[in-house]
């Protein structure tokens, strides 16, 4: 993890589940200059007072000059958002875009033509800078750069480069999404407790607790996943029963290739 010194000045276009989620990691890192371009009051909410707030990107403050300019609006708003940040490419401002499916080429496009962007995918646990982040850097793109945008990434969390951009489209419907998924698993496993007869807040307390007590088990365990499984699976126990239903071929196995391939797919049809 990087120290707060080194943060750039940052510009965020977009501050709403993702785009909030890593102005959260930034300002606790304590970045000194963080202006948000935002149109909902609401989302911005919970960052007053703690960097400049602007409802659209003409009422960004005259004289600033980002070193970095994170583009985070939902893909669909890419064509209507980017065109008014042009003039920070111009002032050699690095793009940062954590937007799913939108191609370096059509970012740079957008924004003028000359703009150098690093293509991002961030997830949420970025807001506790427990975040991973897989990162293309476009063409153009110096080591400065790139190290520049490390620097902004590893703050929220781990950090991978990719030598392909294809790469993106998995990456974002593993651990783009990835969260989701596991907090659907929070979600079905209190329904389930509660459904054997717990009480719903004890059912709702050991869910969280056990999704996010095993998490941190693998965080800090060198084991395999599948051998901290084992652990838990004693011969001919319960668990042993539990699994049968869950790895049943048809079952999580095939579930999550398809699940999987699914937003895949969907990551490349949002490039169009
Ligand atoms: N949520 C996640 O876990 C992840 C999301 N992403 C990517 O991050 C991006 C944002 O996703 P998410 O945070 O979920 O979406 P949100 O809708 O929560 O955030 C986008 C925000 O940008 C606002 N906005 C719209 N137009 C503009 C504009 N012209 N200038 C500035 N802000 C604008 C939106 O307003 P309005 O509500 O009116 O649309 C909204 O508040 C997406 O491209 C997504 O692919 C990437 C990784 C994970
Ligand atoms: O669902 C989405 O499209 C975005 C990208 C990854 C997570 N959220």
């Known amino acids: 993890m990087s120290m707060a010194a080194s943060l750039p000045a940052i510009l965020l276009v977009g501050c709403g589940k993702m785009g909030g989620a890593m102005l959260e990691g930034w300002l606790e890192q304590g970045v000194s200059q963080a202006v948000v371009v935002e149109p909902h009051a609401e989302a911005v909410a919970p960052f007053a007072g703690r960097g400049a707030v602007c409802a659209s990107v003409d009422a960004i403050p005259a004289g600033f000059a980002p070193a970095v300019v994170v583009l985070a609006t939902k893909p669909q708003q890419a064509e209507a958002a980017l065109p008014g940040c042009a003039r920070f490419a111009r002032a050699g401002a690095l ?20 703009a150098l962007v690093v293509r991002a995918m961030p997830n949420t646990p970025a807001a506790v800078r427990q975040g991973f982040t897989a990162a293309f850097a476009g063409p153009g793109v110096t080591e400065a750069q790139r190290a520049l945008a490390d620097t902004l990434l590893s703050a929220v969390g781990e950090v991978a480069w990719l030598e392909e951009e294809a790469l993106i489209d998995p990456v974002t419907a593993v651990s783009g999404g990835g969260p989701a998924y596991v907090f659907l698993l929070a979600e079905v496993l209190e329904k389930a407790a509660i459904e054997q007869g717990l009480p719903p807040a004890l059912a709702r307390r050991m869910a969280r607790r056990t999704v996010s007590g095993s998490g941190a088990l693998l965080a800090a365990s060198p084991l395999d996943a599948a051998q901290l499984r084992i652990n838990v699976t004693s011969p001919k126990g319960t668990t042993e029963r539990a699994l049968n239903v869950l790895m049943a071929p048809e079952a999580w196995p095939r579930l999550m290739s398809e699940a999987i391939a699914a937003a895949t797919a969907r990551s490349r049809e949002l490039a169009g």
Do not use: E, R
């Not at 875009?97 to 957008?110: C, I, N, P």
């Open 95 to 114: 793009f940062v875009s954590v937007m799913a499916g939108k191609t370096v080429a059509g970012m740079t496009g957008l924004l003028g033509g000359s």
